[in-house]
């Protein structure tokens, strides 16, 4: 008995091929991460030893600057969203999500550099223009830029692989970036002290020089597709925004993404802005906190080479939830022996494999959510899924640099002193270790939520198994 099989005409092939980027594309889009991320990573941890160690404006102040903090993220998680909207309403020559990303490039890094080059006016004084200045950075520029750059990665790349490939190379060029500002106490001591506003000076022109070296080329080099925009617009109709955005609100899976984001950087960048406090005050050394931002990224290194082979072998999902448990048994060893040099590097080693894996796979979850959307509901949400990876970001590190800064200005440290309380000790050893712990554990349920590439495999087999039914009735 013969089969009657349905022949897809060339119009349905093109639409079924995967679209994949090239190397030289995801090369320069690294490039252009380590741009963003760099200034992005050194003002979430350096603000604070800036203002506790340079500026030194007093506990009142200090803790005035972390409410500013705080509230500029919030305010910055909404801007991810509305960034989200203007991309998607954006038509351009050159793309979509791509003018965005090269109109913030110049902006940021301007106001990014005058955020550290205060210390000449008086102390209220400092912390208002910082506190101008960092709202600017956050929520209007490096919103723009990330939220853009986040959204051009589903405009070069449809496969799902490929862009698993993409944010690995990604993470590859963060640690670059996560390289250098874990030298920068080393840096900024070399140049004349952390208590001198030359330093500060210097180290962020160079901090500048280096974004701008990585995000030129990439606004150059990465080019959205048309192939891809045009798929899109098949689909795309008018009153598809508000249709997206009710989508995405209503799938739980936005929700996991934005608290899986929030959860990661409130991690991130809460033990990296107390660190610092950590290496002097606990272990005894403030060299100990260069060491421990630098020596792991070889396992980290080792991490990223082994995600592709781990992806493709056994799944995304399984890769995350192994890669998570690496950190938290880090933070693990790390609570356990907080005093010990020996216990703590050990703890960041094993740390390091999984927290590069962990950021790399984490920037593939936008690109899932608007699959798992478009065979749902049939409308596209690139841009407002990428606002998920950005409004995360920001609730997260917010807090982080925000609870850091409370914690220092409310446990009597004193960068002069000599010894430490037992108030500063413990407050280190909680955000640096204990904390961790327990948000590691909250990480890793979630990600054993993550079901959405496996619900998404379904409706794609049922949307082809309908349209083979449809097709033979009508035969």
């Known amino acids: 008995m013969s089969e009657l099989i349905r022949e897809p005409n060339k119009k349905e092939e093109a639409k079924n091929i995967k679209i994949k980027s090239t190397s030289s594309e995801k090369l320069f889009y690294g490039l252009g991460n380590m741009g963003g991320y760099i200034l992005w990573a050194f003002i979430g941890t350096y603000v604070t030893i800036y203002v506790t ?43 979509k999500a791509r003018l965005w ?79 250098v500002s874990a030298f920068a106490v080393t840096i ?39 192939e891809i925009q045009a798929k899109s617009n098949e689909k ?6 508000k249709k997206g955005l009710k989508s995405l609100l209503k799938t739980p899976y936005f929700y996991i993404a934005v608290s899986m984001f929030a959860i990661n950087y409130f991690i991130s960048l809460s033990v990296t802005s107390i660190g610092k406090y950590y290496a002097e005050c606990v272990l ?9 931002g630098s020596i792991p990224m070889i396992t980290m290194a080792l991490g990223l080479l082994l995600t592709p082979l781990l992806v493709k072998k056994i799944s995304k999902k399984t890769t995350l939830i192994a890669a998570i448990s690496c950190v938290l ?19 960041v080693m094993i740390k390091g494999l999984g927290s590069a894996v962990v950021m790399s796979q984490l920037f593939t979850l936008a690109p899932d959510i608007v699959r798992y959307i478009d065979l749902k509901d049939g409308v596209r949400v690139e841009d407002l899924a990428a606002s998920a990876n950005s409004f995360g970001c920001k609730i997260g590190s917010g807090f982080g640099s925000a609870v850091v800064l409370w914690a220092i200005a409310g446990c009597g440290y004193a960068p002069e002193s000599s ?14 270790w204990w904390v961790p712990v327990v948000l590691s554990e909250v ?21 082809k198994e309908k349209e083979v039914s449809s097709d033979l009735g009508n035969k």
């Open 419 to 432: 010894s430490w309380s037992n108030s500063v000790i413990y407050t280190c050893i909680t955000l640096y």
């Open 284 to 292: 005894g050394n403030v060299n100990y906190f260069s060491w421990f």
């Open 53 to 95: 160690d340079c500026l030194q404006p007093g506990d009142q102040l200090i803790s005035v600057l972390a409410t500013v903090i705080l509230a500029c993220r919030i305010f910055d998680g909404l801007s991810d969203i509305l960034m989200g909207i203007v991309i998607e309403k954006t038509n351009s020559p050159i793309g």
């Open 101 to 179: 990303y090269g109109i913030s490039i110049i902006p940021m890094t301007v106001v990014f550099f005058f955020v550290f080059f205060v210390s000449g006016l008086d102390k209220n004084s400092a912390i208002v223009v910082i506190s101008i200045l960092y709202f600017l950075f956050t929520v209007i520029f490096y919103t723009m830029n990330n939220v853009a750059f986040n959204a051009m990665l589903p405009r070069i790349s449809d496969d799902q692989y490929d862009q698993s490939n993409a944010c690995t190379i990604n993470s590859v060029f963060t640690s670059v970036g996560s390289l």
């Open 443 to 463: 990480l890793l349920l979630l990600a054993c939520l993550w079901n959405v590439n496996k619900k998404s495999n379904l409706l794609e087999k049922a949307k």
């Open 329 to 347: 048994l880090g933070n693990i060893i790390g609570s356990c022996f907080p005093y010990s040099f020996p216990a703590a590097f050990t703890g």
């Open 188 to 226: 900024l001591n070399a140049l004349g002290g952390i208590s001198q506003q030359q330093s500060w000076t210097l180290f962020a022109l160079i901090l500048v020089s280096i974004s701008l070296a990585g995000q030129i080329p990439c606004f150059f080099k990465v080019k959205e597709k048309k």
């Open 236 to 241: 795309r109709e008018k009153g598809d925004l």
